[in-house]
Each structure stands twice: as structure tokens, then as C-alpha cells.
């Protein structure tokens, strides 16, 4: 039987009881949150497996809850399952830019719940599992390129000596450009690195085109500069600027 700790957020104190009993009939434990800021405060507390919320919540919603559990090192890898009671796709595109795992409408089918809850916790057991096979290895060296900052194990990122709060997903493009920053990265090929998902290259130029809207905002943002670090490449993709190119920004 399961012994995973499962954290549901909700304010439906009716729908928490019946996810509850659900999930608890499979043998998982389950904590519970009226809202986001309670989901906080238990997670600080709390070992947790995976979260399933509402997006819909008062104080701080899912949406709001998914970005903060993405900035927190030691939560950026728990599976998110978020609620919803409407499935538009402008609401599950910025969902998957935050890195939800998996949507679910309601009402909620009991067997579609425990399939995603399964299939989450089985993938995040296999991720872990691996990690911990794998031979020890030294700890990584921080990427620097021009004014930016990557630390990869510890999913922070500096411009000009300034922290940058980013999602799992746009943290994973820039540490995909800042791997290899002197060649021009396809879009089929970045979407593996933040979406984990293997499509076409329209497909995948939709998908990236909103993520990196975002992250080039954050990064000008906290430069204090209207200058992009990163080039558009049309037709093909995105790379950092050259040296060339960065050593000039303050000129």
C-alpha cells in the first residue's frame, strides 16, 4: 500500500473530504489547507509527496501556491495537481508555464484523480531513485556568462549580484542556453529541457514563445536594463548574446 503524504488545498471544505476519503481508501496520507498561505505554513512543517489544489482559493490561490513551491529548492520537485472548474486554455497555458504537472476539471472522476496521483508519485519515486543510483559527483561549479549567475543545484539565479525569482520552467531554458551559450538552441530541443515533452517544431514554438516572454521580462527586470540577453534566432530558435555583443550593453 502507498504511504505517500498527499497535501490538498481547497476552501471547499466538502470537496477536501471527499478527495480525502478517496485518496485515503488507497492508503495515502493526506494533510489539508484552506488556502495557499496555509499550504505554506504546512509544507514548512511537513514532509510532503505530492499537493493537488484549487486554483480558485481567497488570500493566495493555486496558481500563486505553484509559483512559490517552484522558487523553494526543497519543493521544486513535489508533483502539482491543480483544480479547476474550467478548463480554458488560456488558464492551463499559464499553468504549465509555472510547471503544474497535470489539470484536473471538475467534478473530478475518483479514478482519474488516483491515475494522476499514481502515475505523479511513480514518476517523482523514479527521478529520485535515479539520483540516488548515480555515483557521487562533485558539486557543480556556478555557469556565469556576461552578468548572469546559474546555480544548478541550488535553482538560483543572479543578474549583476541581483536574485532572480523564476519558474522551474524558465529556470530550466536559461540553464539550457547558459549550458552550451555560444550556439543557437531549436525549439524542438528546448522543449525537452522544460517541458519534457518530444513534438514538432510549431508545437514546440508555441509553447516556448510565452516561457520566454517571461523569462526575458524578469531578466530585464531585475537588470534595470531595456537591453534582451538573449536573441531571437528566427526560423531556428534562441541563444545568448555573443561577448561581443554583451560588452557592449553599457556602452
Not at 488507497?26 to 505530492?50: K, M
Not at 491543480?82 to 503544474?100: F, H, I, N, P, Q
Request: hydrophobic share 40%; aromatic share 6%; proline share 5%.
Amino acid at each position: 500500500m502507498p504511504s505517500e503524504t498527499i497535501l490538498i488545498v481547497d476552501d471547499d471544505k466538502t470537496l477536501v473530504t471527499g478527495l480525502m476519503l478517496t485518496l485515503q481508501a488507497e492508503g495515502y496520507d493526506v494533510l489539508t489547507a484552506g488556502n495557499g498561505l496555509e499550504a505554506l505554513e504546512v509544507l514548512a512543517q511537513s514532509h510532503v509527496d505530492l499537493i493537488i489544489a484549487d486554483v480558485a482559493m481567497p488570500k493566495m490561490n493555486g496558481y500563486q501556491l505553484l509559483e512559490r513551491v517552484r522558487q523553494n529548492p526543497e519543493w521544486v520537485a513535489i508533483p502539482f495537481l491543480l483544480l479547476t472548474g474550467r478548463a480554458m486554455d488560456s488558464d492551463v497555458r499559464y499553468g504549465k508555464e509555472l510547471g503544474v504537472d497535470d489539470y484536473l476539471t471538475k467534478p473530478i472522476d475518483p479514478e482519474d484523480l488516483l491515475a494522476s496521483v499514481r502515475g505523479k508519485l511513480l514518476r517523482a519515486r523514479i527521478l529520485l531513485e535515479t539520483v540516488v543510483s548515480q555515483p557521487h559527483q562533485p558539486q557543480s561549479h556556478l555557469l556565469e556568462y556576461g552578468p548572469i549567475r546559474l546555480d544548478p543545484d541550488a535553482f538560483q539565479v543572479w543578474i549583476d549580484d541581483q536574485p532572480v525569482s523564476l519558474s522551474l520552467r524558465e529556470f530550466r531554458l536559461l540553464y539550457a542556453l547558459m549550458r552550451e551559450p555560444h550556439r543557437v538552441h531549436e525549439h524542438v530541443e528546448l522543449v525537452k529541457e522544460t517541458h519534457e515533452y518530444h513534438t514538432d517544431y510549431i508545437q514546440a514554438g508555441n509553447l516556448l514563445r510565452p516561457l520566454m516572454r517571461s523569462l526575458r521580462n524578469k531578466l530585464s527586470e531585475v537588470a534595470h536594463r531595456s537591453v534582451d540577453l538573449i536573441v531571437t534566432v528566427r526560423g531556428v530558435g534562441y541563444r545568448l548574446k555573443s561577448e561581443e555583443e554583451l560588452s557592449s550593453i553599457d556602452t
